[in-house]
Each structure stands twice: as C-alpha cells, then as structure tokens.
C-alpha cells in the first residue's frame, strides 16, 4: 500500500480516548463554571456558554476526523501556503486595527487578537502555533543535513519561528509567543540539532524576553506583580488573588461540583483561562491533580508516536504538536497558581473557546494519523 494513501481506523486508542475523557471534563467545569454569569449575561440562560462550546467541539471532532483521514505527508505540499496565510491573518489584524475597523478587528479587554465575520470570529494567534510546526517540520525535512550547522541551519530556522512569533507578539500575546520559539527549540533539537546551539539560544532568548518585558513600566509592573498580587488587589493582582482563592478553598476534596464562590462573579470569565483554579476549588487536590495525569498520559502517547514514526518528517510533526500541548498546559497551571505572570492561554480540551477547539482537535487528527500510518508500515513490514 502506498504510503500516499488513507489509513482506515483512528490510530493511537490511549490519545483518542485520552481527548474523549479531557474534552467530557470540560464540558461539565464550563457549565459549572460559566452558569452564574451565563444567567445574568444571557437572560437567565444558564446553559448558553456551554451550548456555544458544545457546538465548537461537534465542528472540532469533524476537524479531527478529516486530519485523521488525510495523510500527514500532503502537508508538505500546503506548508507553504499555511504558513502565507497565517500570515496573512495575523497581518489582517494589526492592519484593521490600525485602520479602526473595529467591527471587523475589536479590541477586547486591551487586546485586538480577533477577526469578526459575522457571527464567526477566529483569533489568528490560535491557528499560528501549529501552522509553525508544519512549516518547520516541513523546511527541516527538506534540509536534514544542515541542521548541524548554525548559520545555515539553527538561524534559519529560528529565523522563521521568530517571524510568526514576532507578529503575535504585536498583538500583546507573550504566551502564544513563548510557545511558538520554545517549540522552535524542541523541533531543532528532536530535528538532530547540536544541544550548545539549542541552549545557547534558549539563554539569549530568555535574557531577550526579560529585557522586553523591563523595556517599560507597564509590563515591568504586570510581570513583577505575580510576586505580590496583593500589592495592587483591585486591578493588576485582581484575578491571580481570586486564582488563589479558589484553589486554597478546595482542600484536598473540594467544595463540591457546582458549589464554587468564585466563579459567583469574582473571577472574570472563570470558564476561560482560569477553569482549573475552579476545577481545584470544586474537586479539590485530586481532581486537579487527575487532570494532570489524563495530559501526561496524552503527551506521553504522543510522545511514544513521535518515536514510532518511520520518517523524519512525521517524528517532527508529532514532536512539534504534542509540545505545543504540553508547553500550553504548563504555562496555564503555572499563570493560576501564581507561579509565572499572568497570561492569557486557554488549558487544552477544558477551556471555553471556539477558535481554540477547532485547532487542537484539527492538530490531534494529525498526531492520530500519523500513529495510523507508523501502525499500517509496521504491519507491512511485519507481514
């Protein structure tokens, strides 16, 4: 069979079912977290934000279903033109704000990171962490031997992780930001890249990124206050303060499904990037800490596909979209437990968010697909 062709079946059992279980969670703590402000913000509907997500979701698993169906391969081929159009989005924003087309680009509490088309609206910044990978794994593919060296190689490549990244960055998104070139950094080194080079990269990119943030009073203040929320309670600290609140609430039980006092209008939209602080809160220790486990259980899984696969080109892919997973869930554990500045990142599968949930499902289809081809050569090569 040629490897140009579908494979029948879904792939790896423990990352589809793994998805299944994390994207069920996530509908019961966005109901749970969104039905006191759902009454008040939609006239008394409680099940309005989870019927929105549920809808998101339905459009995320047809996603799925389709990357899951279509050879990995063929993306070599659209790497190009995803990446252009990324682009092209992202520019799209910057450009309409600009302009003052707020209609079509809003500003949303300080960001302007949306498209508005109608009733559909798609953040750019979402879809650019795995046009990245594509795009990479497809230009390290092509130029395996000169991932070794550091001019031709390790810049090039950074150079256009940098690019994207640099883009999303205007649009006041760090956390998009750090993930795009902190998996830049994987990718070259799972790509055969020398460690030294890798390191020294990452030391220079972290020094960079503390110089950006000292660059002005603003964000010197919004970074450093995670040290001390409590040192401005009712603005900056505000969210991080009721963050904590929560989780300190839940003990190792948890006040009980449905029972958070946080989400009663304290913690701005509590079914969004901060879900797991009421997560904690109404299951506890142990239902955060069972949270935890499903994802390394699924990044584990994806982990083990990246070694299985038979290409360099799908060992690339898969290491790039598992680490966009796993860097993404630790930068939002990290932000509602007061362990890094706040910043807007959604926790893969639970948080509210159409844009993001088409995406990712999209992404795993990917991951799933690769697992199928990897299974259906081992097969091949067995009979």
Known sequence: MSRKKSKKGIGDLVIF???VVLV???????????SYSAYFEYNGDRYKIVKKQIL????GFVSMYITMNFNYHYYKKLAKPIYISVFLLLLGVMVGAKLGFTSLVPNIKGATRWIH???????PSELSKYAIVIALATLMDKRKSKIVDFKSGVLVYLGVGAFMAGLVLLQNSLSVTIIIMAVTLIMIYVAGGKFSHVFTVGVMGVIGAI???????FRRARFLNFLDPWQDATDVGYQLIHSLYAIGSGGFFGVGLGQSKQKALYIPEPYNDFIFSIIVEETGFLGGMLIIALFIVLIAAGINVAIKAKDMYGRLLSTGIISVVAIQLIINVAVVTGSMPVTGIPMPFISYGGTSMVFIMAAMGILLNISKVSKSLEKNELA
């Open 17 to 19: 079912w793994t998805i």
């Open 24 to 34: 069920a969670i996530g509908f019961i703590m966005i109901f749970s977290s969104s």
């Open 56 to 59: 998101w979701t339905i459009i």
């Open 117 to 123: 088309l109608g009733p559909l609206s798609i953040q």
């Open 211 to 217: 110089g950006f943030i000292f660059s002005t009073s």
